[in-house]
C-alpha cells in the first residue's frame, strides 16, 4: 500500500510527445512518479551529437543508440508519430487516442531516417562502408554536422580527398565568427577542400559529378548531406496550439516552460521559443524544470512554487574536430584543439548522458 502521495500521483498520466535529448529525460524523470507515456516516432533515443562518430566507427553506436525501453522499464512507449492533440488527449499517425493530464511537447526535429534501432545500426554500417569505399567524399552542408562529419572522417581517413561545400560565407553560423573561422583553418590543415558561399545541385548529378550554384565542377565517388533538420511543428500548428506556435514555428512557453495560456502543457527542447542558443545540455535542463513542475502539479502544490527557467545568457558550445581535438565557444572565448577536445570529442558525452538516463556508461 503507497502513501497517499503515491496514490495521488499514480492516478495522473502524464504524456511526453518526442522521445529526443529533452524528452527522454523528461519521461525517465517522471516514470516512478505517474503514468507515462511516451509517444515517438522512433523505437530509441540517440545521442545526436555521437552520431557522426558513428559513421566512422559504426560500434560506437552500440552505446549511443538507446532503446526507449532499456530506460524507461516503468512507462509505455507509443512508437508513433503525434499528429494532432485535445486539451485531454493526443492522437497519432496510427489512430490511437492517448489520454493525458499533463502533457509534455518535445519534439525538436523530425528526423527522417530509420525507426528502429536495429535500423539504424544497419545504416551506419552501410555508411561506413560507403566512406571506406570511397576515395573522394563530398560533403554538402557546414553547420555543425558537416563540420563534425568532415573532421571524422579527415582524422580517421587522411588519404580521403573531402570537399565540404557551405552555402553561407561561414561555417559554423550558429556560433561566433571566430569559431567558423578556427574550424575552417583546421579543416584546411586536414586538406579538407572548403568551399563557402555555393551550393550543391544534388538533383543534377551524373557518374560522380556535381556541380556547384558558381559553375565550378566538383568530382566525388559519394556525398552526404548535411543540412540541419527542421522543427518539428508543422504537426502542432494544425492543434489547438496552433495559436502558441510563433511565426518561426517555436513554441511558445512562459517562465515555468508551460506551454503560453495552457496550465497543463509544458513545451521543452529546440522546439521551445526560448531565447537561447539551441544545445542539448540546455534541452536537459528544460526537461529536468518541466518534470519538476509537473511534479509539483500532481500533488497540488501552489502554482506560485513553479520552477522556473533562465534562458542561457550566454553560448557554450563545442564541436569536436575528429577524435582528440575541437573548437569551443564558452561566452565570448573561442579556442580550438585538444582542451575542447579532451571535453567532448572523446566519448562524445556519451557515457555521461547514459548516466542521467540510470544507464551504465558502457553497454554490458
Ligand atoms: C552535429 C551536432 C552536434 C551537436 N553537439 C551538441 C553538443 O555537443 N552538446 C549539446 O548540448 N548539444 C549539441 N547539439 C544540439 C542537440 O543535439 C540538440 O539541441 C538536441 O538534440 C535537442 O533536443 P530535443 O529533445 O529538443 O530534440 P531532438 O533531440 O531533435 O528530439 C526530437 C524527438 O522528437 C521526435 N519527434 C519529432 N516529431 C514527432 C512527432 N510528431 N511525434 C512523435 N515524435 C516526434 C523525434 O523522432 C525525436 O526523437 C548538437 C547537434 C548536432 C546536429
Avoid at 529526443?20 to 507515462?36: E, I
Avoid at 571524422?152 to 573531402?162: N, S, T
Avoid at 502539479?297 to 575528429?322: D, F, H, R
Wanted: net charge neutral; aromatic share 6%.
Amino acid at each position: 500500500m503507497g502513501s497517499s502521495e503515491d496514490l495521488a500521483m499514480e492516478k495522473k498520466r502524464v504524456v511526453v510527445i518526442g522521445g529526443g535529448v529533452a524528452g527522454s529525460l523528461a519521461a525517465r524523470t517522471l516514470q516512478n512518479y505517474a503514468d507515462v507515456y511516451l509517444i515517438d516516432a522512433k523505437d530509441y533515443f540517440e545521442i545526436t551529437w555521437a552520431s557522426l562518430r558513428s559513421m566512422v566507427e559504426p560500434s560506437f553506436a552500440t552505446r549511443s543508440l538507446i532503446s526507449h525501453a532499456e530506460y524507461l522499464p516503468n512507462a509505455h512507449i507509443i512508437m508513433t508519430a503525434a499528429v494532432d492533440l485535445t486539451d485531454n488527449e493526443v492522437m497519432t499517425a496510427e489512430g490511437r487516442i492517448v489520454a493525458y493530464d499533463y502533457l509534455v511537447i518535445a519534439t525538436g526535429h523530425m528526423d527522417d531516417g530509420p525507426c528502429t534501432k536495429t535500423e539504424k545500426l544497419s545504416y551506419y554500417q552501410a555508411e561506413h562502408e560507403k566512406i571506406k569505399s570511397s576515395n573522394s567524399i563530398l560533403i554538402v552542408g557546414g553547420g555543425p554536422t558537416g563540420v563534425e562529419l568532415a573532421g571524422e572522417i579527415a582524422v580517421d581517413f587522411p588519404d580521403k580527398k573531402v570537399t565540404l561545400v557551405h552555402r553561407g560565407s561561414r561555417l559554423l553560423e550558429f556560433i561566433g565568427k571566430k569559431a567558423g573561422k578556427k574550424a575552417l583553418d583546421w579543416l584546411v590543415s586536414k586538406n579538407v577542400e572548403v568551399i563557402l558561399g555555393q551550393s550543391v545541385n544534388l538533383n543534377d548529378t551524373s557518374d560522380g559529378v556535381y556541380q556547384t550554384s558558381a559553375g565550378e565542377t566538383i568530382k566525388a565517388d559519394c556525398h552526404f548531406l548535411c543540412v540541419g533538420k527542421q522543427i518539428s511543428s508543422t504537426w502542432i500548428t494544425k492543434t489547438i496550439l496552433g495559436e502558441s506556435v510563433d511565426v518561426h514555428g517555436k513554441l511558445m512557453v512562459d517562465a515555468n516552460l508551460r506551454v503560453k495560456g495552457r496550465k497543463n502543457v509544458f513545451g521543452i527542447g529546440d522546439i521551445t521559443d526560448i531565447a537561447e542558443l539551441k544545445q542539448g545540455y540546455l534541452a536537459q535542463q528544460h526537461a529536468l524544470i518541466a518534470a519538476k513542475n509537473v511534479k509539483l502539479l500532481i500533488l497540488g502544490g501552489n502554482e506560485n512554487k513553479l520552477a522556473t527557467y533562465k534562458p542561457a545568457s550566454s553560448a557554450l558550445a563545442i564541436v569536436s574536430l575528429g577524435r582528440r581535438e575541437g573548437v569551443a565557444q564558452i561566452s565570448c572565448i573561442t579556442t580550438i584543439g585538444r582542451l575542447p577536445g579532451k571535453i567532448k570529442s572523446g566519448d562524445l558525452f556519451v557515457g555521461r548522458t547514459r548516466k542521467q538516463l540510470g544507464l551504465s556508461s558502457d553497454v554490458k
